[in-house]
Every structure is written in C-alpha cells, then in structure tokens.
C-alpha cells in the first residue's frame, strides 16, 4: 500500500492505495507528510470487488478512484460539508454550482461562462466539488474528482448561488423557495450509506439552502445570451463585482485606500484615489487597480509591460505578481495623500516621488532575491524530502 496526504477544503486527508497513477491524479491537492491528518481512506481488494460487481467495464484504476471519492466524500459530512455532482465556477471571486443530470449541459454552460469572462472566470471544478457549509458562508472547493476534461483548482470560493439546468424553449430563469429546490439538489447530492450520516446530509441540505439562493433556468440555446440569463439573475446586486462594470462603462471611481503595500505615497483608511479606465497603453509605473482571481481588487504599481501581462507589485513590497492584461481594470489618474490635497500623477510631486522611490525597483528585487536565496533553497529540499 502506498499513501500521501491532501488537502482538500481544508481538511488533511491521508490516503493508502495500490495505484501508481493516483498520487499524480491528485498533484495539486498533496501536503507534505509531516501534515497532521484529521481522515484516513483506504481502498481494500474487496472495495474493489464490491464496485467492480456493478460495472465490469471500468478499469481497476477508475474504480480505486471511484471508492475513494465515495470514502472521502462520506468522511466529510461530519465536516459539514457535501459532495455535489456539479460544474462549479468562480467569476470575480465568487462561485456559482450549475447541477443538472448527465448529459443536460451544465460543462458546456460553464465553459461559455470561462469564454466569456477570460480570466475573470476560474474553474473550481467541473463534476464533483465539495461543497463546505459553515455557519456566516458556504464554499465551493476543489477536488481531483473533476471529470473527464479534468477541469478544477484547488481553491475554496464563496459559493453565491446554485443553478439547475434543464432543456426549455427560452433561455430563462426563476428563483425558487427552498422547499421547491430541495429535490434538484439532493437527486444530484452524495448520500452515504450509513443511517446516521444520510440524516446528516438532509441536515446540511437545509442549512445549504437556507444560506444560498437556488435557481431554475430553462436552456434553449448554449449561447451569449443563456450566460447573460444566468449572470444577471444571479449575481448579487450591489457586490463589489460591480466595480468592473463600473469602470469599465467610463465612470469614474473615487476609492479610500486600504491596506500599507502602497506605503509611503498612500496611506492606509486615509488616503483617496481616482480611478479611470485607461484610455492609453498602460506603461512602467503605472498605478493600476486590477483583480485577482480570489475576487480581491488591488491597487499597486507596474513595475515591468510584457506581451500578455504586467509585473505588478506595492510600492512598499519587493515580491511582483504576474496580472494578466485582461484582469487589469483602471488607472490611477489622481491621489491625495491625506484626503483633502489632490494631484495628478502628471504632477511635479507625483514625478519626483516615482524617480526617488520606484526607478530602482529591480535593483532592490534582485539584492532580496540573492539574500533569500539559502532560506527559499532549504525550504524547497524540506517540501522535497517530506513528499517523498
């Protein structure tokens, strides 16, 4: 028996089986060995002879899959948390569960939902995510169990609304009442076989539903326009996803500053700065507000332009981060240090601040980078040693 451990909605899982394909299966969900471990699964040759009896056709490898999803999808209802047969998506750090029965569509919705938003959109998992309830937000999470087109990540993302889909004559859709919904969602929910856990599971269904709005939508057609139906119906009004919408139709947006990485030109609950979208090529200091794919707005510097996105980073930080060109949403054009003074970052101020404080950027990148060196090389060889 071989065994590893992964992480999946925060939980520590250690798992023993026979396979050598599913350790990689499961690559991007492994911790290191040293990681306390709160549910151990096995896959014994009688689990596998008691699936195989139901379908000769699946190899031993799927099968190994299949009783360890169900293991670890039954260890986790006495952590709240659920195993739906679903397409789940983030867009602008919140996630949306499409459920339907096989073959309905819910894949081929989800995938014009990533072409539509690009790199706004993020796959959370397209069969099989956990679904984590707690007691102020739900989550949808990651797992390996993700489908043929083996499309997941592993995060963990509010989940803001559930979907079920059906074949129509128009592309609309409805909210329903929770005593409505509950029949959709449990035909496509893993029910355990034990007593105890299937009344848990009824359990958790309640308090799923009476903290995520459910909805109806009939599908006529795959296209713009069904992703439009579902979008808008299910986007809550007034989330700060609206923030792309709005700068992006030309306002302009007037925003107090949070946070010290842009220290010491901006000052954290202080500071006020003027958003526009740009209306040029963005360039090398720049101050843009952009996305990440958590659904947190940011607001730090361009410190390199390259071909399909920015090295971006604070001004009072030394490590970038790559941002895509497309989840970039305005540019700084004004900023008042205290809240009362403005200036333009055309300004002489502005100017002299930049030449002092950001032109020696990749100088001091790179004496971070040699200096941390040794501690980044020997924490590398200690994640090594503990995944093998």
């Known amino acids: 028996?071989?065994?590893?451990?992964?992480?999946?909605?925060?939980?520590?899982?250690?798992?023993?089986?026979?396979?050598?394909?599913?350790?990689?299966?499961?690559?991007?969900?492994?911790?290191?060995?040293?990681?306390?471990?709160?549910?151990?699964?096995?896959?014994?040759?009688?689990?596998?002879?008691?699936?195989?009896?139901?379908?000769?056709?699946?190899?031993?490898?799927?099968?190994?899959?299949?009783?360890?999803?169900?293991?670890v999808a039954?260890?986790?209802?006495n952590y709240d948390t659920l195993l739906i047969?679903?397409?789940?998506?983030?867009?602008?750090?919140?996630?949306?569960?499409?459920?339907?029965?096989?073959?309905?569509?819910?894949?081929?919705?989800?995938?014009?939902?990533?072409?539509?938003?690009?790199?706004?959109?993020?796959?959370?998992?397209?069969?099989k995510p956990l679904i984590k309830i707690e007691d102020d937000v739900v989550y949808a999470c990651g797992?390996?169990?993700?489908?043929?087109?083996?499309?997941?990540?592993?995060?963990?993302?509010?989940?803001?609304?559930?979907?079920?889909?059906?074949?129509?004559?128009?592309?609309?859709?409805?909210?329903?009442?929770?005593?409505?919904?509950?029949?959709?969602l449990l035909l496509q929910t893993f029910r355990p076989e034990e007593d105890d856990l299937s009344i848990r599971?009824?359990?958790?269904?309640?308090?799923?539903?009476?903290?995520?709005?459910?909805?109806?939508m009939q599908v006529n057609n795959f296209s713009e326009d069904a992703v439009a139906t579902?979008?808008?119906?299910?986007?809550?009004?007034?989330?700060?996803?609206?923030?792309?919408?709005?700068?992006?139709?030309?306002?302009?947006?007037?925003?107090?500053?949070?946070?010290?990485?842009?220290?010491?030109?901006?000052?954290a609950r202080q500071s006020i700065v003027k958003i526009e979208k740009a209306e040029r090529e963005l360039r090398r200091n720049d101050v843009v507000l952009f996305m990440r794919p958590n659904g947190d707005y940011v607001l730090h510097r361009i410190v390199k332009v390259r071909r399909a996105d920015y090295l971006i980073c604070g001004d009072n930080q030394i490590w970038y981060e790559k941002v895509p060109r497309d989840l970039v949403l305005g540019l700084m054009t004004e900023y008042s240090p205290d809240g009362e003074t403005f200036y333009t970052t055309d300004a002489p101020e502005y100017q002299a601040y930049v030449k002092k404080h950001c032109n020696s950027y990749w100088v001091k990148y790179y004496v971070k980078w040699m200096i941390s060196f040794p501690g980044r090389a020997i924490r590398k060889i200690r994640r090594l040693v503990g995944n093998t």
Not at 15 to 44: G, L, Q, W
Not at 74 to 77: E, K, L, S, V
Not at 102 to 107: E, F, L, M, V
Not at 145 to 172: Q, Y
């Open 201 to 216: 599971t009824f359990d958790l269904l309640d308090k799923l539903l009476a903290q995520v709005p459910f909805y109806k």
């Open 85 to 127: 047969h679903g397409s789940a998506i983030s867009v602008d750090g919140k996630a949306y569960l499409f459920i339907a029965p096989s073959g309905t569509g819910k894949s081929t919705h989800t995938r014009l939902w990533r072409e539509h938003f690009g790199h706004r959109a993020l796959m959370v998992n397209d069969d």
């Open 74 to 77: 039954t260890a986790f209802i």
């Open 230 to 267: 579902s979008y808008e119906a299910m986007v809550p009004s007034g989330d700060l996803i609206r923030i792309w919408d709005y700068v992006n139709s030309g306002n302009v947006l007037l925003k107090t500053v949070v946070g010290i990485s842009m220290e010491p030109l901006l000052h």
């Open 1 to 71: 028996m071989r065994a590893f451990k992964i992480k999946l909605s925060n939980v520590v899982i250690e798992i023993s089986h026979s396979s050598r394909y599913f350790k990689s299966y499961c690559k991007n969900y492994i911790v290191p060995n040293s990681f306390a471990s709160k549910i151990s699964v096995s896959v014994s040759p009688e689990d596998i002879e008691k699936v195989s009896l139901n379908d000769n056709e699946v190899g031993y490898v799927e099968l190994e899959k299949l009783v360890l999803c169900k293991k």
């Open 143 to 184: 797992t390996p169990w993700s489908g043929k087109h083996r499309l997941d990540n592993n995060v963990m993302v509010p989940l803001a609304g559930i979907c079920f889909l059906e074949r129509g004559e128009t592309n609309a859709i409805t909210k329903l009442k929770v005593e409505d919904a509950y029949e959709y």
